[in-house]
């Protein structure tokens, strides 16, 4: 599967954006579907994942309650809503496909795009 991660951009905090991820090769519900994001100077963390081509998620703590993962099957497109943004989310995000199941390490992802910046101003 190749996918194809956009929609980043620059935003104020508390502001709203949304991340597509466009899987192509294969159906994207096949697989475990996972958000990650690195931000400069750290290491990739893990956001969340999309299961079952959007029946099941799972969050990380940092943000549960303001990010939302859904799928859309006929466009076999993954996103990433994210809400209430706040600076400490300005990071370059990943999306990335696992054949294992609600992996949550990035070493457990076998397919990545190629990321796409998500700036938050104060």
């Known amino acids: 599967v190749q996918l194809q991660a956009s929609g980043g951009g620059l935003v104020q905090a508390g502001g709203s954006l949304r991340l597509s991820c466009a899987a192509s090769g294969r159906s994207f519900s096949t697989y475990t579907m996972g958000w990650f994001r690195q931000a400069p100077g750290k290491e990739r963390e893990f956001v969340g994942l999309?299961?079952?081509?959007?029946?099941?998620?799972e969050y990380s703590d940092s943000v549960k309650g303001r990010f939302a993962i859904s799928g859309d099957n006929g466009k076999n497109t993954m996103y990433l809503e994210m809400s209430n943004l706040k600076p400490e989310d300005t990071a370059v995000y990943y999306c990335?496909?696992?054949?294992?199941?609600?992996?949550?390490?990035?070493?457990?992802?076998?397919?990545w795009g190629q990321g796409t910046l998500v700036t938050v101003s104060s």
């Open positions: 990335a496909a696992s054949i294992l199941r609600a992996v949550t390490h990035e070493n457990g992802y076998d397919y």
């Open positions: 999309l299961r079952y081509g959007g029946i099941n998620a």
